[in-house]
């Protein structure tokens, strides 16, 4: 996926505790806001990104599950239909895939806006095989891995082969028991995520008899903001305002995504056409999530159900000069 945490913290997959640690607190030093006051900015980035990742490595329940999520391949919603699994593999498994297995995940604007981790718990079936079965795979592993049968020196792949082949076997001759499990899953959003970005874990799902497990397949779906509305990199907002607000000068004062007070002054007249652009303050762009996109501000404007005669006739002169 687009976030790994051992590559922030600089450390292998087998890291230790201590590794972590010594790991997070020269980078925490590093890039401490109050070192870093020409590049404040990247520095508060890269902060808040290494306290992360060893939030999540420190914690084994954490850390064990973030370790699934870097299998997962990751399709913009403008791809969605794109690209197969990865690499050619070695063995061919002869089983049919078993149909994905497809869950939506909601997601809020600030979540988008931000990428955080979210948890996903899931309910699964699983096939484990009987102990006939197993006995059985045991058997014809050790009578293979003690024959007098050599190949150049390929023995040690051709193990490899077999242990998958007899796996498979053993779903047709002891399809044991289904056993719901239920786990959770880390997901790590990435800022500015569209609706419809598609996660695909390999071979994640439910397992049927006779079939490969099926594929876990998460579909982002984005909330409904009470504020602001998405298009495409852009966040569009609608103000109500006066008449009186529209001819006289008006101030646009919002909340963003990631909390900051935003104040719009507009001293030109509204129109109802009108539409008040304030660039970089949208969604970070997926692939560039430095650079945003803008923020387009558009009015309602409410006009009065009923002037007197006198108002009507002041509101004459005063357009008419």
Aim: charge should be positive.
């Amino acid at each position: 996926m687009g976030v790994n945490y051992y590559d922030i913290l600089q450390v292998d997959r087998d890291a230790k505790d201590e590794d972590l640690k010594r790991a997070y607190k020269r980078l925490a030093m590093k890039w401490h806001p109050d070192k870093n006051l020409t590049n404040k900015e990247d520095a508060e980035s890269m902060f808040k990104k290494v306290s992360e990742a060893y939030e999540v490595l420190s914690d084994p329940h954490k850390r064990a599950f973030f370790d699934s999520t870097l299998k997962a391949r990751v399709e913009p919603a403008a791809d969605a239909g794109a690209s197969g699994d990865g690499g050619p593999t070695r063995y061919q498994n002869p089983l049919p895939k078993a149909p994905p297995m497809e869950r939506k995940l909601p997601c809020t604007l600030e979540e988008l806006y931000k990428g955080i981790t979210k948890e996903v718990k899931l309910s699964r079936f699983i096939i484990q095989a009987t102990g006939a079965g197993v006995m059985k795979m045991v058997l014809i592993l050790v009578w293979y891995k003690y024959s007098s049968v050599k190949d150049c020196g390929s023995g040690e792949s051709k193990t490899l082969d077999l242990v998958a082949e007899i796996a498979v076997m053993n779903r047709f001759l002891n399809p044991g028991q289904r056993t719901l499990v239920e786990e959770v899953l880390l997901v790590q959003l990435q800022p500015g995520w569209k609706k419809g970005t598609k996660l695909t874990y390999l071979e994640k799902g439910y397992e049927l008899e006779n079939h490969r497990p099926a594929d876990l397949v998460i579909f982002i779906y984005e909330e409904l903001h009470s504020v602001y509305t998405r298009d495409g990199d852009d966040l569009v907002v609608t103000q109500k305002i006066s008449l009186v607000e529209a001819l006289t000068g008006y101030t646009v004062k919002l909340v963003t995504l990631d909390g900051r007070n935003l104040t719009v002054p507009i001293r030109q007249i509204i129109h109802p056409e009108y539409e008040k652009v304030v660039e970089r303050e949208g969604m970070p762009l997926p692939k560039h999530p430095k650079k945003k996109g803008n923020l387009r501000i558009k009015f309602k404007i409410t006009f009065p159900d009923h002037l007197t005669p006198d108002q009507k006739l002041e509101m004459k002169k005063l357009l008419s000069d």
